[in-house]
């Protein structure tokens, strides 16, 4: 077969699925013809903001401070970001996640935390799952035009978790994390459940969290977070 032919056929498989795309999401599509020849390396799946291409619209941003005897937090985030954080908790695992959960959703994410922790690291992981969750219900508005439904399947190594969501505004959490240590570094691993917990019911969102196998703990919850920021940006 000529090489000439093989490289024609690549491309018009790139066509057929970007066409695919455009079934799925609706509206307008207007593609880059030097990206479906190839010319310009981008990745295949496009986001609401590269089909729409709608410049007048306004990124949906979330902004909460939320002040309880324990704790006090501020968070920012911007729904149409580019995954750009600024974290501060004072809990240094918690802010490794939640860089992991910006980065790969591709949401702006500021977090200022200060709390008891000179107590225990409960009230700021917990508290800091609930403003995050509700500043992004924030941003979400009234749902509408949004797609609802978000799936992700997240290797790490050893470790397989998937996570699936319903951004109904009915929350519900079904966390099915085999953590077998009490403690990864100072952090107890039993507040992840919590974090996750927090979140889900001040986003609004039923949301599925399941490692299938790992050994690794830190791979297990560092693959929960990563499976719910590609579930967010899905």
Known sequence: ???????????????????????????PCYVDLKFVLGLVPRELKMSNQDINKNPDKQARLGAVTRQ????????????????VYDIETGIGFLDHMLEQLSRH?????????????????????????????????????????????????????????RVALDASNRPYLVWKVPISRPKLGDMDTELFQEWFKAFSQAAGLTLHVETIYGENNHHMIESCYKGLARSLRD
Do not use: C
């Open 68 to 83: 309880t005897r324990e704790t006090e937090i501020s968070v920012e985030v911007n729904l149409d970001g580019v995954g």
């Open 105 to 161: 959703s591709l949401i702006d994410l500021k977090v200022r935390a200060s709390g008891d922790l000179h107590i225990d690291f409960h009230h700021t992981t917990e508290d800091s799952g609930y403003a995050i969750g509700e500043a992004i219900s924030e941003a979400l508005g009234e749902r509408r035009g949004i797609r609802r439904y978000g799936y992700a399947l997240v290797p790490m190594d050893e470790t397989l978790t």
């Open 1 to 27: 077969i000529p090489s000439n032919f093989i490289w024609l056929f690549a491309r018009f498989r790139q066509v057929h699925r970007l066409l695919d795309m455009v079934v799925l999401h609706g509206g």
